[in-house]
T-cell receptor, first 115, second 109 residues
Framework: SAVISQKPSRDICQRGTSLTIQCQVD?????MFWYRQQPGQSLTLIAT?????????ESGFVIDKFPISRPNLTFSTLTVSNMSPEDSSIYLC????????????FGQGTRLTVV | KNEVEQSPQNLTAQEGEFITINCSYS?????LHWLQQHPGGGIVSLFM???GKKKHGRLIATINIQEKHSSLHITASHPRDSAVYIC???????????FGTGTSLTVIP
């Protein structure tokens, strides 16, 4: 199992600024995943973060907009850059047990509002 | 068309009622997950199914692989069950996840 601490839990940000979301896991994991959930929508995978290599981004998401760091096997950050109101969403991190068809483990989510 | 469809989108029930949430999917899968999302946004995994039926307390999940359909049942519902319930599948072709848009459940005392 894994306990994932994600912060901040919520934030209200000004247009044009950037926000960095942190995800800390209580055990070492190979892959961490970042998701976005826009209002009324299902979860969408942004990118997969592997330790020691560049993150792998899904179609429609680019590194300049969503830079990701993965400095070690227990921590990752996602930055939402140059924010606009369209970036208002819940952002969630998840860990790789999900990939192995066991229970899924998610962070508590970051509810972002851009004004 | 979404690969995962859930119904209903919204559901309001009286405390004590039996609740059913349905999930249909159109892709081949190796596993189906039921997730619970709390108002703050955090998500908890309730079940992972590849066949048959599982039960945890008042929650029961079933899956019919041939019909590509799963149901989540809540017996003796309680206000603390109020949350969004999300069906998610892991595709066995292309190795990716598909999520339903969720069912928002409100249980009234």
């Amino acid at each position: 199992s894994a306990v994932i601490s994600q912060k901040p839990s919520r934030d209200i940000c000004q247009r044009g600024t950037s926000l960095t979301i942190q995800c800390q896991v209580d055990s070492q994991v190979t892959m961490m995943f970042w998701y976005r959930q826009q209002p009324g929508q299902s979860l969408t995978l942004i990118a997969t973060a592997n330790q020691g290599s560049e993150a792998t981004y899904e179609s429609g998401f680019v590194i300049d907009k969503f830079p990701i760091s993965r400095p070690n096997l227990t921590f990752s950050t996602l930055t939402v850059s140059n924010m606009s109101p369209e970036d208002s969403s819940i952002y969630l991190c998840s860990v790789d047990f999900w990939q192995e068809n066991t229970e899924a483990f998610f962070g508590q989510g970051t509810r972002l509002t851009v004004v | 068309k979404n690969e995962v469809e859930q119904s209903p989108q919204n559901l309001t029930a009286q405390e004590g009622e039996f609740i059913t949430i349905n999930c249909s999917y159109s892709v081949g899968i190796s596993a189906l997950h039921w997730l619970q999302q709390h108002p703050g946004g955090g998500i908890v995994s309730l079940f992972m199914l590849s066949s048959g039926k599982k039960k945890h307390g008042r929650l029961i999940a079933t899956i019919n692989i041939q019909e590509k359909h799963s149901s989540l049942h809540i017996t003796a519902s309680h206000p603390r069950d109020s949350a969004v319930y999300i069906c998610a599948v892991f595709s066995n072709t292309g190795n990716q996840f598909y999520f339903g848009t969720g069912t928002s459940l409100t249980v009234i005392p």
